[in-house]
């Protein structure tokens, strides 16, 4: 088994599921200490400077730069340690096996059914007979998202040990916890981190590259309802349910999550409740394009002011508040793009197209990347992310290795501020 296997089965077999639930503390979840710990080990075994495990499981290192290339800025690195909540994620049993081509049994569920893959489901199994793929044993997710991008990490400073000629600057990596639910490595130090610019490690199929994510806002609206007796209510109700209802009929119906896909961007009703006297209803929206964005809070705002007008009191209050902002913004700055540009040649190199695509959500790059630290997101080769029918070929997690250590070297010499951002991007 390659170095990169072997650790990348070790990492999914440490049960490391965040919680949503006690969001309120990071980390979320104690077992996500359990990785943070062999990471630090890892880390330390293989001689990495300045291992840090925090009161939070934050886990940073630094690894420093080949023979002259001590003056360059430091590249960084991020991957998250928690799997997600939504499937079950404890224990793990990481499997390898053989695809032979049509219908793949993982194993039998918790519910006793049989969890497969196919081409049917997954296209892209199609080439991939003969390949070996960790998957879980069906039991439960495997986690891949993100173990896979941490086993990168470290395979890839095991290169570096193994040969000290392949040229690289100093290096920064951080390992951060509560990925899943939001957290966006709001604690981590940036100024010990380091790191001019670098990538998150948590992306889909191998040359899946990306740099635009959503721009993200909540919206709150509470109704505030008068309850009295529904005999004598004529003209005296106001039933803060109906009116919450009321608010939702004047939102384009088209815009939902489960109607939009590429760059279209959509309201969410993520949760509702409510009674005669009071009910709430959280939203959140989603646009690549800030403007969108502003243009949909602004509508919201106007259906809150036409319910209240129709009750001719104000029944409905609405808060909005912005989460993330869109990693382009920040990252296709002319003084950023070699981070794309250098992507591209790092993938070349290995012989894989790469391939834009724009995320339907966030990453922890969204928050970084507008704090100092510009990141774009690299293929983590994980596919079916979230569930029991999880998988990571092989082949690709190996050849992420070489992309790494090709794209450590494109930054082993002076970067160019104002290379033309991405000027052959396919589209
Ligand atoms: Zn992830």
Redesign the pocket.
Known sequence: MSDVVDRFVRYCAVASQSNPLTSDRVPSTDCQFAMAQMLADDLRELGALDVRLDQHAYVTAHWPASEGCENLPTLGFCC?IDTAWQSWGDPVHPQIRRYEGGRLVIGTGRDGREVWVSPETNPQLGHMVGWDLVTSDGTSLLGG??KAGVAMCLALLSRLKDDPTLPHPRLAFAFVPD??IGHGAALLDLEEFGAAWGYTI?GGPLGEFCYETFNAAEALVRAHGLSVHTGTAKGVMINASEAIMRFHQLLPASERPEYTEGYEGFYFLERMEGSCEEALADYIIRDHDQAKVEARKQLMRAAANLVNQQYGSEVLTIEIRDQYHNLADVVALPENAHLIDNARKAFAAIGQEMAYVPMRGGTDGSQLSFRGFPCANLSACYYN?HGVREFVPIPELEAMVDMLVRLVALYAVPQDAGCAPCSDRGE
Do not use: L, P
């Open positions: 998250h998202d993100d990925e899943e948590d992310a």
